[in-house]
Structure formats: structure tokens, C-alpha cells
């Protein structure tokens, strides 16, 4: 392992994301503040609980997701993806890293930065609703763990995309309407029989699920298949990085 | 003397069909500053990103110090420089900060003396915390070269550096490369500039459509250079060179109207004294004399036009 190199690359990350930290922080703030006023507060009045947690509360735990996920993914795509739109790759490629080093340095940097996001929106939600943390360590496990997932799927995005469109569409087409239908503002308990069926379908009611079962205990699958699917997806990201350097796909003529 | 960089078979075709490179074999010895020469879509660009991990070959091998490229990468790239062709555009970091990057990704411990004797030995020190993208095009191609040796390499590859720069910032690379050599850096250097190739390589090789067609001590082609013609046009045309001149080595031209002889203005005797007193003893008289002589560019534009 060259740590030389994986500090130079994490450094330049994190000092370039310190660089627009105003908006990094601002933004997250705001948009949870946005979602209590909207969600919490005209429907909350209407859905008084769910499961026997506070509807404001109870969304803590998907807004949080909800961030991270889209952080995750367009702070790591952009990352590599400049580069490469830029012609500054060519140094990551001519440099004495192997792919471990160029992803830990990224992808590293990327989930830094979400995992604080999640903390300040974590600390913004506890201003609006009374939270309680039933498994701290396991809520932890599952921020980081996403946050890592997430920031691998951009960096895989922002290798694949070859226009700033590609870049912007996955994450607004896929993503975003993932999320919203993966129980972020409901249980999908309180959905219809076949749209619950369906809803399993969706990879991202697993991680919502299990991320709110370490706040609330409560669940609309097992936790144990939660953790089993963000460590799927962290591993199937994983083979499919190890792949691109191994191919040198969209990297290397 | 085991060279630095030995590339054998060397093939590149790329996604499209197009071979870029066929099977060139070169060795650069270890310390030399070799000049390589070729008109554009050579392979130049090719050749040097494949050897520095950019592109992938499609056969052949390339060794650094006895490393293989591919299997050896760390070390290989490890004891690289490059400063591409293309400028990349870049972002708001500063020269100070894209040299102490460049440092620490080639895996070297932070230096900050070298990286200020780099920046000023390139007149970029007082525009070190300047944002790159507010510099002019030549200063961006500064920090390019300051970035290649802020990570001390063995061996630079310099693809054009010299394109579209003024005249102060070729002296001031010039300087580099001369300096880079007293410290026993390798450099491999590719130019548009016949002059450029002669002030200051080596050895100079001549890459022609993917083929490498000559590689030269410079000094030697310098010799080339330093042969003259001289063309007699007579006032009678002869079927053949009388026997009385053949020593001289002369040439013929198609009619018969035109003799040509080659000297060294580098030698002690021309020679040109006694073919006159010989051709006047034979009693064939011209009416007309003209001298030439071939620089390294017609020698390459010759060598260049030969393989069509
Ligand atoms: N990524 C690529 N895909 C397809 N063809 C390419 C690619 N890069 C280069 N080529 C082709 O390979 C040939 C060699 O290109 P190369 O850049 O190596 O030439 P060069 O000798 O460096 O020329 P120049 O003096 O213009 O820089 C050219 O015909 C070019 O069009
Ligand atoms: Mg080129």
C-alpha cells in the first residue's frame, strides 16, 4: 500500500470539497429544515405515528438516506469524472498506484464527506423532533457502509459517463425515485398488498429499513437481510471497480 | 551499457482498427537525451503514453530498469516523468499545491525544498498561489513540467514541450533539460523543431507512420549535415565520367549536362581544387557551379518522403 499516494489523493478531495463548504453544509441543512416544514409539519399533523414512532421522527432516518445517497453519488462521480473530462487523468494513470490506492483515495474522501453530511442533518433533526438512537454502533455501520456503497456506484458513474447529461441523469432517473418509493416518508407496511410486493424489488427499501430499525427497532424487513444487501452491493461495486482498472475500461485507450 | 527503457515489438492498434504502432524496438540508454522526430500521427504520443501506463499495448514489450511495464508498473512509473502534449485544462488549485500532489502520488515523501527549487528553477515561484486557471498558456505548461519533477523521476518524457511557447520559456527548458542531464536524468524528447532536437539531444530517432525508420547519434547525423554538393553544369553533355576523374567519386545527372561531387567542409581538403585542375586536364568545360547543403531537416523530411 502506498499511503503517500492515497493521502495525496484524499487530501485534494477533502480540500476541494472544503473549498465549497459553505454550500456542502448550508445545502443539507436547509433541505432538512425544507422536508420537517413540508412533511413533519403538514403531514405529520394528518399521520400522527407510525409503528409507534412520531411521524416526524420516524422520517429521520430515510431523509438522512436519502442525502447521503445522492451526496455520495455525485461527490465521487464528479470527482473522477472531472479528471477525465479535464485530461488531468492522465497523471492518476501514469502514477505508481494500483486501483486500491486510487479508490481508497476517492471513494474514501467521497463517504468522509457523507458521513458528516448524515451527521449535520442527524444534528439539524434533532432542533424539530425528539430522536432516540436505539443501536448507535449499528446505525454507524450502516452510515458508513452506504456512504462507502454509494461513492463507489459514482465513481463506477463517473467513469462510465462520457457527458456532463450521463452524469446528472442516472442519480435524477434512478436514484431519486428509488428513494422516494423505498420508504423514506412511509412504511411500505402501509402500502396496498401488491405494491408491498413490489416495493421488495426495490434494493433501497432494505437499506432504509435497516438504517431506521438502528434508530427505532422497527422494520419492514429483517435486519440481518438489510445488512446482507448493502454488504451485496458493496461487493458487487467492489468487482465492478476491481474490473475497470483491470480493463482499463473507459481509462485507458 | 544496460538502457533504461528497452521496448521491444512494440505494437499499438487502437479501438477503431487503426494501428498506431508496428513492431518498434528502441532502447534508450540510461542518462542520453534522445530526440524523437516524426510528423504528426507518427505514433510519437502513443509510443511514450504506453511506456508511462496511459494506454494499453496491444503486443510487444517495454521494459524500465528491467521492470515490464505492466507486471512492474509501481516501479516503472515509480522513476517516470511526463509532461503531456496536451495541456489539460486545469482547476483552481495552485502550482504549489498540484507539485506537493503530484509529489505525494508518485508516493514520495513531502519535500518542500525540492518543490520550491523546482518552481523557481522554472520562474513559477512568485505565481505559486496563483489559481492555475488564471495563468497564461505557457505558465500552465511550466506547472506541467515543474509537476513531472516535483517527484524526482529518472527518466522525463517531454511530448512537445515547446509547442507554442515563447522564446524565453524554450531557453528556460532548455536550461532544465541541460541541468537534468548533469544530474544523469534520462530525457526523451518530442519535437517539431529540427533545432530543438539539435541543440540538445543525444541520439534522435526518426518514427514514421508507427515505424521507427532511423535512430542516429546525433553528432553523426551533425556529419551528414556537415556534406556539401557541388554541381558542375557543363557546356557539352558526355556519355560517361572520363577515366582521368575517377577518383572523385562523381555522379552523372540523367542528360549528361550535370556533374555533381560530394565533399566534407569539415575535412582538411576539399578536394575541390584538384577535381577542377583534373576536369580542366580532360578538357571538359561548364558553364555554370552551385553548391548545397542538406540540414537535418531535409535528412528527415528525405527519410520521412523515402518511406511513402
Ligand atoms: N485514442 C485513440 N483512438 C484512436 N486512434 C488514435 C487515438 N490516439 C491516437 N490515435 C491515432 O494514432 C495515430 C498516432 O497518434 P499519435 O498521437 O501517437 O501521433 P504523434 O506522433 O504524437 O503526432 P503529433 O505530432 O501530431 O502529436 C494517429 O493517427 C491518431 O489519429
Ligand atoms: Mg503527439
Known amino acids: 500500500m502506498n499511503w503517500y499516494s492515497v493521502q495525496a489523493i484524499y487530501r485534494t478531495e477533502m480540500s476541494r470539497m472544503m473549498r465549497t463548504v459553505v454550500q456542502s453544509i448550508v445545502a443539507p441543512v436547509l433541505s432538512t429544515s425544507l422536508y420537517f416544514v413540508i412533511f413533519g409539519a403538514a403531514i405529520g399533523s394528518r399521520i400522527t405515528e407510525i409503528d409507534g414512532v412520531s411521524y416526524g421522527a420516524f422520517i429521520v432516518p430515510g431523509l438522512i ?37 486510487i479508490v481508497l483515495g476517492y471513494v474514501g474522501a467521497a463517504a468522509t464527506k457523507s458521513v458528516i453530511i448524515g451527521g449535520i442533518i442527524l444534528g439539524t433533526a434533532s432542533f424539530f423532533v425528539e430522536i432516540n438512537v436505539a443501536h448507535p454502533a449499528i446505525m454507524l455501520l450502516f452510515l458508513v457502509l452506504i456512504s462507502v456503497s454509494f461513492s463507489l456506484f459514482g465513481f463506477i458513474l463517473g467513469v462510465w459517463a462520457d457527458g456532463w447529461e450521463k452524469l446528472t441523469i442516472v442519480p435524477i432517473l434512478v436514484i431519486m425515485p ?32 435497516g438504517f431506521r430499525w438502528a434508530f427505532y427497532e422497527n422494520a419492514d424487513v429483517a435486519i440481518g437481510l438489510s445488512l446482507g444487501m448493502v454488504i451485496g452491493f458493496l461487493a458487487i461495486c467492489l468487482g465492478v471497480v476491481w474490473w475497470i482498472f483491470k480493463t482499463g475500461y473507459r481509462l485507458r485507450a | 551499457m544496460q538502457p533504461v527503457i528497452s521496448i521491444r515489438d512494440l505494437t499499438k492498434t487502437y479501438a477503431g482498427g487503426f494501428e498506431a504502432l508496428k513492431a518498434v524496438s528502441l532502447d534508450i540508454d540510461k542518462g542520453e537525451i534522445f530526440g524523437l522526430l516524426g510528423p504528426n500521427g507518427a505514433g510519437k504520443t502513443t509510443m511514450i503514453n504506453i511506456i508511462c ?20 508498473f509501481r516501479e516503472t512509473r515509480g522513476c517516470i516523468g511526463l509532461v503531456p502534449q496536451e495541456l489539460p485544462t486545469e482547476t483552481f488549485e495552485t502550482p504549489y499545491n498540484v507539485c506537493r500532489f503530484s509529489r505525494g502520488l508518485f508516493g514520495k515523501p513531502p519535500n518542500p525544498d525540492h518543490i520550491e527549487k523546482v518552481l523557481r528553477s522554472l520562474s513559477l515561484w512568485d505565481k505559486k498561489d496563483t489559481k492555475i486557471i488564471n495563468l497564461s498558456g505557457g505558465m500552465k505548461r511550466r506547472v506541467l513540467i515543474a509537476k513531472a519533477l516535483s517527484h524526482e523521476p529518472d527518466v522525463l518524457f517531454l511530448d512537445e514541450p515547446t509547442a507554442g511557447v515563447d522564446v524565453e520559456l524554450r531557453q528556460d527548458l532548455w536550461r532544465v533539460v541541460q541541468s537534468l542531464r548533469e544530474s544523469g536524468v534520462t530525457v526523451i524528447l ?19 507512420h508507427g515505424e521507427v ?96
Open chain 2, 53 to 72: 501506463g496511459i494506454v494499453t499495448k496491444t503486443s510487444g514489450t517495454v521494459t524500465v530498469n528491467g521492470h515490464d511495464n505492466e507486471s512492474g
Open chain 2, 190 to 208: 518530442t519535437t517539431h523543431y529540427i533545432e530543438e532536437a539539435e541543440q540538445l539531444a543525444d541520439r534522435v530517432g526518426v518514427i514514421n
Open chain 1, 65 to 101: 438516506m436519502l442525502s447521503i445517497m445522492t451526496e455520495s453519488i455525485s461527490n465521487s462521480s464528479f470527482a473522477i469524472y472531472f479528471p477525465k473530462f479535464s485530461g488531468t487523468i492522465f497523471e492518476l494513470l501514469s502514477a505508481p498506484v494500483s486501483w486500491a490506492e
Open chain 1, 178 to 209: 428509488l428513494t422516494f418509493l423505498g420508504g423514506t416518508f412511509y412504511s411500505i407496511s402501509m402500502l396496498p398488498e401488491f405494491w408491498q410486493k413490489l416495493s421488495l424489488f426495490n434494493p433501497i427499501v432494505y437499506l432504509i429499513s
Open chain 2, 213 to 308: 525508420i532511423v535512430v542516429e547519434e546525433k553528432n553523426k547525423l551533425m556529419r551528414e549535415l556537415g556534406k556539401k554538393e557541388l554541381v558542375l553544369h557543363l557546356a557539352d553533355p558526355i556519355d560517361a565520367i572520363p577515366p582521368g576523374l575517377d577518383g572523385y567519386h562523381l555522379e552523372l545527372g540523367a542528360d549528361g549536362s550535370e556533374l555533381t561531387y560530394h565533399y566534407d567542409t569539415k575535412s582538411d581538403h576539399t578536394g575541390i581544387t584538384a577535381l577542377l585542375s583534373a576536369l580542366h586536364k580532360t578538357g571538359i568545360r561548364f558553364n555554370d557551379l552551385q553548391t548545397s547543403q542538406s540540414s537535418l531537416e531535409e535528412i528527415f523530411v528525405g527519410l520521412v518522403n523515402k518511406e511513402r
